[in-house]
């Protein structure tokens, strides 16, 4: 389609019947069965202007690597392919840096580094593109996209309208934020109605490595590092991705979407009751005075390492994460890491009294 918007010729193009196989790190096979690619704010709102497009129902894709594909797509598929990352603004305390939503979150924290501008670096070698951060509020060894986080634009796909959000707009929680919920209320959830177009992050100057989670610190002495005022961010970067590479399997070698259970919090009666019969838990008391009980370490109790449902199996490394063992040629089927991941749900309900809730969305 071709619009004359009067100043520019806007060029909408929707493709069919396009393999999501390459777009989601499970590797699952299945088909889009439209789909337009969105580079700009602009292509967007052409698919909006659209009148055979605007009001049909919508399902935004960033770098596949949050989802379970259960069948082919019959949304219309907005695949977020907004680039560019550059530094916009630079006070006393902070550097604020804006990246584009197709941009590869690795990409992006590798790009802070080689700039100088330093934050980033814990969250290295998270899958997935930058406009997906904010959605899930990736977090890794000590910190949070929430913790580094200044604003984002976005795209309402209804009205067309552009709005922007600050961090407490967001409503940024564990691995949740606006974007996870439905619009219960009017303004209450943003769960299928925008599409983040670009995100910015404050990286403070009074930058300190952010250490203290175990696999560091073992990294650290293995480097023989003792003072930790000098410990750089790149050291902290590289540190992350050999403890990431030896536990995480690779997706583009093994499909994945990365922990595949939240981390369940329980209050301390309920821990002290599962200590009782469990002795071995691993528990971490929270701020809040809650207790967060390690998903991996109840599901590897329940006897699942290693364990499948045809091509879909609990990697032997993190039981946290399921893996695709079937490849490209011979994926398993989103059917398959659903019934696994069931499984699973029900056996730790049955020993622990606790519901894991999954992460990635089921498409
Ligand atoms: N554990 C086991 N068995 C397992 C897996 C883990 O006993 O099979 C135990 C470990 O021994 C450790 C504890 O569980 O004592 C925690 O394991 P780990 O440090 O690997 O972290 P996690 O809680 O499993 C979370 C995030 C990861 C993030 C790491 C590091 C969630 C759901 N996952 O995993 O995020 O990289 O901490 O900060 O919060 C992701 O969200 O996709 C993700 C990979």
Redesign the pocket.
């Known amino acids: 389609m071709v619009e004359d918007t009067g100043e520019t010729i806007l060029q909408m193009v929707v493709e069919k019947n396009v393999s999501l196989q390459p777009l989601n790190s499970f590797g699952i096979a299945a088909k889009a069965l439209q789909l337009a690619r969105v580079a700009s704010e602009a292509d967007l709102q052409a698919v909006l202007a659209d009148a055979q497009w605007r009001s049909v129902p919508k399902f935004v894709l960033g770098g596949g690597s949050n989802i379970v594909l259960t069948g082919d797509v019959r949304p219309l598929v907005l695949k977020v392919e907004i680039m560019g990352c550059r530094l916009v603004s630079e006070t006393a305390r902070q550097w604020v840096v804006e990246a584009g939503a197709g941009e590869n979150w690795h990409a992006l924290v590798e790009w802070t580094l080689a700039q100088g501008l330093p934050g980033l670096e814990n969250l290295a070698l998270i899958p997935g593109s930058v406009g997906a951060s904010p959605v899930q509020n990736?977090?890794?060894?000590g910190v949070e996209l929430q913790d580094r986080f200044e604003s984002l634009d976005a795209i309402d796909l209804e009205t067309g309208q552009s709005f922007t959000l600050n961090a407490a707009q967001c409503a940024f929680g564990y691995?949740d934020s606006v974007f996870k919920h439905l619009p219960a209320a009017p303004g209450m959830g943003l769960a299928g109605k925008a599409l983040i177009t670009r995100v910015r992050f404050a990286l403070p100057k009074s930058w300190k490595p952010v250490l203290g989670?175990a696999?560091l610190e073992r990294r650290m002495a293995q480097a023989g590092v003792t003072d930790r005022r000098q410990v750089t961010a790149q050291q902290v970067f590289d540190w992350v991705c050999e403890v990431?590479r030896a536990?995480?399997p690779d997706p583009a070698v093994l499909g994945n979407a990365?922990?595949f259970?939240?981390?369940p919090t329980v209050s301390p009666d309920q821990c002290a009751d599962i200590i009782a019969r469990e002795p071995k838990v691993?528990h971490y008391p929270m701020a809040d005075g809650s207790i967060k009980l390690?998903?991996?370490?109840l599901?590897?109790a329940c006897g699942w390492?290693g364990k499948s449902v045809g091509h879909a199996a609990v990697y032997d490394k993190?039981?946290?994460v399921l893996v695709n063992r079937g490849g490209r040629a011979n994926p398993c089927t989103g059917g398959e890491v659903m019934t696994l991941a069931k499984a699973i749900q029900t056996s730790v309900y049955e020993r622990f009294g606790i519901r894991l809730e999954p992460?990635p969305v089921v498409v």
Do not use: C
């Not at 990736?138 to 060894?141: E, T």
């Open positions: 990736i977090g890794a060894y691995r989670y696999d990431r536990k995480l990365g922990s259970f939240k981390n691993v390690a998903a991996g370490w599901i590897e390492k993190q039981a946290l992460e």
